[in-house]
């Protein structure tokens, strides 16, 4: 397909599973985020890649969260002992590079909302 | 700290109002000033603004961005049941594109 992916679309864990998230940016794309999105509030920023590289992982918000993207395409966000305040809905963004003085749009994927039950 | 706030954070309007949403912003590198739609699912984009005072439209919605008061709006008349969803306000920074989002503003729209 021609837009970012993610999956699964909705996962259900117990608290103190493991679970792993994955997203299938845009092909070409060299720039990959993850943001958290809660009930309620916007998107909260997470970790950014730049290819394989994590250029920014300010947002993750304890050692449990964890982020790859290997080859410079697919990424997989990781949680560790899922806690109930880690429900919230995961987005994937996708976005060429933006060129000197100008800005280009990232592209959501679906999400995946987690529940921690 | 990077800082982006909406406001009203929630509105109810009837059908054929005319609305408008508020964004401001404080946030360092600046590049641009985003707005989103989100439904039910991923935010789906409405308008890129980067310079001041140059009004953007699509059909019923415009938007434009004063970057001396660091402020933005966000426009929708004649508004359709269609409309309702949460509007995101997102400024996007010059490092690598990071987007810092507000917290949105929920409208519904009543027939």
């Known amino acids: 397909g021609a837009g970012v992916s993610q999956s699964p679309r909705y996962k259900v864990a117990k608290r103190g599973q493991d679970v792993a998230l994955r997203c299938d940016p845009i092909?070409?794309?060299?720039?990959l985020f993850w943001y958290q999105q809660a009930l309620g509030q916007g998107p909260e920023f997470l970790t950014y890649f730049q290819n394989e590289a994590q250029l920014d992982k300010s947002g993750l918000p304890s050692d449990r969260f964890f982020a790859e993207r290997p080859e410079g395409s697919v990424s997989t966000l990781k949680i560790q002992r899922t806690q109930q305040e880690d429900s919230a809905v995961y987005l994937c963004?996708?976005?060429?590079?933006?060129?000197?003085?100008?800005?280009?749009?990232?592209?959501f994927g679906p999400g995946t909302r987690l529940t921690v039950t | 700290e990077d800082k982006v706030v909406q406001s009203p954070l929630s509105l109810v309007v009837h059908e054929g109002d005319t609305v408008t949403l508020n964004c401001s912003y404080e946030?360092?590198?600046?590049?641009?000033l985003l707005w989103y739609k989100q439904e039910k699912k991923a935010p789906t984009f409405l308008f890129m603004l980067t310079s001041s005072g140059i009004e953007k439209k699509s059909g019923r919605l415009s938007s434009i961005l004063d970057k001396k008061e660091l402020f933005s709006i966000l426009n929708i008349t004649a508004t359709q049941t269609g409309d309702s969803a949460i509007y995101l306000c997102a400024a996007q920074k010059t490092s690598y594109d990071k987007v810092i989002f507000g917290p949105g503003t929920s409208l519904s729209v009543i027939p």
């Open positions: 963004a996708s976005s060429s590079p933006a060129p000197p003085g100008g800005a280009y749009e990232q592209y």
């Open positions: 092909s070409g794309h060299v720039s």
């Open positions: 946030v360092t590198n600046f590049r641009s």
